[in-house]
C-alpha cells in the first residue's frame, strides 16, 4: 500500500474509533432481525446463521455481531482495528462465551473454517480494500460464504451531486463539528421522509423502510456517518462484484437494495 492510501486508511480507522466510541449503543430496529433480513435478504436469510461460525470485519460497536448471535450463530469472529474493540468487547459480553474479538485490520486477522463472514458499511471506507477481501476469502471453509454490504453509485447520482462537495468539507471538520452539523441537517431530512409517504420521490423506500423505523437519534447517527470518514466510495454493480472476483470468490450473487446500495455474497 502506498503512503497516501496508508495515511487515509489509518486516518478512516481513527474517525471511526472515535465515533464508535461516542455512539455506543445498538437499540431498536437499528440493532434488530429486521434490519439484518433487509441488509442480507434475498440473498440470505438471518435464519442461515443459525448454529453457523461467523466472522464480521468491521464489527465497530457490535450491531452486525449482534444480529449473528441472536440469530443463533454458533460462534462470532469479531474484528474491529480502532479503539472502538473495547465498546465491541462491552457490547458482546452477554455472548463472551460465543464471541472472539480480535483487534486486527481486516487484511492481518487470522481466523479459518468459517462459514460465514460478512462485512456490512465497511469495505466502502477501505481505501485499498482487496487485501482485505482476500483475508475474507481465506477466512472461509470451502462453500462458506461472504456477505458484504456497499454504498451504490446507481440510484444515488442526485445526491451525490449534494453530499460529494459537502463532503469534501465535512471530513476534514472534527467529531463534534459534525455531530452539531447532524442536528442541523435532521429536521429537513424528517420533513423529507415524511413527503415520501405522500410523494414518489428519489429513495422513497429507503426513506420509508429503514430510515424511518430507526428513529430520530439513529437518524442522526447516519447522518455522522455520512459526513465522517475520511474516505467513501459508491460502487457500480460491476465494481462491487469485481471486488469478490480478484479475492477468488464464484457464484456472487447481488442485490440492489433499495435502489441505492448493493449487497453482494459470493462462495469459496
Same mark, same amino acid.
Given at each position: 500500500?502506498?503512503?497516501?492510501?496508508?495515511?487515509?486508511?489509518?486516518?478512516?480507522?481513527?474517525?471511526?474509533?472515535?465515533?464508535?466510541?461516542?455512539?455506543?449503543?445498538?437499540?431498536?430496529?437499528?440493532?434488530?432481525?429486521?434490519?439484518?433480513?433487509?441488509?442480507?435478504?434475498?440473498?440470505?436469510?438471518?435464519?442461515?446463521?443459525?448454529?453457523?461460525?461467523?466472522?464480521?470485519?468491521?464489527?465497530?460497536?457490535?450491531?452486525?455481531?449482534?444480529?449473528?448471535?441472536?440469530?443463533?450463530?454458533?460462534?462470532?469472529?469479531?474484528?474491529?482495528?480502532?479503539?472502538?474493540?473495547?465498546?465491541?468487547?462491552?457490547?458482546?459480553?452477554?455472548?463472551?462465551?460465543?464471541?472472539?474479538?480480535?483487534?486486527?485490520?481486516?487484511?492481518?486477522?487470522?481466523?479459518?473454517?468459517?462459514?460465514?463472514?460478512?462485512?456490512?458499511?465497511?469495505?466502502?471506507?477501505?481505501?485499498? %480494500?482487496? !487485501?482485505?477481501?482476500?483475508? &475474507?476469502?481465506?477466512? /472461509?471453509? #470451502?462453500? $462458506?460464504?461472504?456477505? @458484504?454490504? *456497499?454504498?451504490?453509485?446507481?440510484?444515488?447520482?442526485?445526491?451525490?451531486?449534494?453530499?460529494?462537495?459537502?463532503?469534501?468539507?465535512?471530513?476534514?471538520?472534527?467529531?463534534?463539528?459534525?455531530?452539531?452539523?447532524?442536528?442541523?441537517?435532521?429536521?429537513?431530512?424528517?420533513?423529507?421522509?415524511?413527503?415520501?409517504?405522500?410523494? %414518489?420521490? !428519489?429513495?422513497?423506500?429507503? &426513506?420509508?423502510?429503514? /430510515?424511518? #423505523?430507526? $428513529?430520530?437519534?439513529? @437518524?442522526? *447517527?447516519?447522518?455522522?456517518?455520512?459526513?465522517?470518514?475520511?474516505?467513501?466510495?459508491?460502487?457500480?454493480?460491476?465494481?462491487?462484484?469485481?471486488?469478490?472476483?480478484?479475492?477468488?470468490?464464484?457464484?456472487?450473487?447481488?442485490?440492489?437494495?433499495?435502489?441505492?446500495?448493493?449487497?453482494?455474497?459470493?462462495?469459496?
Amino acid at each position: 500500500m502506498n503512503s497516501d492510501l496508508e495515511r487515509a486508511t489509518n486516518q478512516t480507522i481513527s474517525d471511526f474509533g472515535q465515533q464508535w466510541t461516542t455512539y455506543t449503543s445498538n437499540d431498536g430496529y437499528y440493532g434488530s432481525q429486521e434490519m439484518l433480513r433487509d441488509i442480507v435478504s434475498p440473498l440470505v436469510e438471518p435464519g442461515n446463521f443459525k448454529d453457523k461460525t461467523c466472522g464480521e470485519v468491521g464489527a465497530g460497536t457490535g450491531r452486525i455481531s449482534l444480529m449473528l448471535l441472536r440469530a443463533g450463530a454458533r460462534h462470532v469472529t469479531a474484528v474491529e482495528p480502532s479503539k472502538a474493540n473495547g465498546v465491541l468487547s462491552a457490547n458482546l459480553a452477554e455472548f463472551s462465551d460465543r464471541v472472539t474479538v480480535l483487534a486486527r485490520p481486516g487484511d492481518q486477522f487470522e481466523a479459518r473454517d468459517l462459514d460465514y463472514i460478512l462485512s456490512i458499511g465497511v469495505l466502502h471506507h477501505i481505501p485499498d %480494500p482487496d !487485501p482485505t477481501v482476500r483475508n &475474507m476469502h481465506a477466512s /472461509l471453509k #470451502p462453500g $462458506g460464504k461472504a456477505v @458484504i454490504w *456497499l454504498y451504490g453509485r446507481e440510484g444515488n447520482r442526485l445526491y451525490l451531486s449534494f453530499a460529494e462537495p459537502l463532503r469534501w468539507v465535512t471530513r476534514r471538520l472534527p467529531l463534534w463539528a459534525n455531530s452539531a452539523l447532524s442536528w442541523l441537517l435532521y429536521p429537513p431530512l424528517a420533513a423529507y421522509i415524511e413527503l415520501c409517504g405522500l410523494l %414518489p420521490l !428519489p429513495m422513497r423506500k429507503y &426513506m420509508r423502510e429503514v /430510515l424511518r #423505523p430507526i $428513529g430520530a437519534r439513529e @437518524i442522526r *447517527l447516519v447522518i455522522i456517518d455520512q459526513l465522517n470518514p475520511r474516505w467513501a466510495k459508491y460502487y457500480t454493480e460491476r465494481e462491487a462484484t469485481d471486488l469478490l472476483v480478484r479475492a477468488g470468490f464464484r457464484d456472487i450473487k447481488t442485490h440492489h437494495r433499495h435502489g441505492y446500495s448493493w449487497t453482494v455474497v459470493g462462495t469459496h
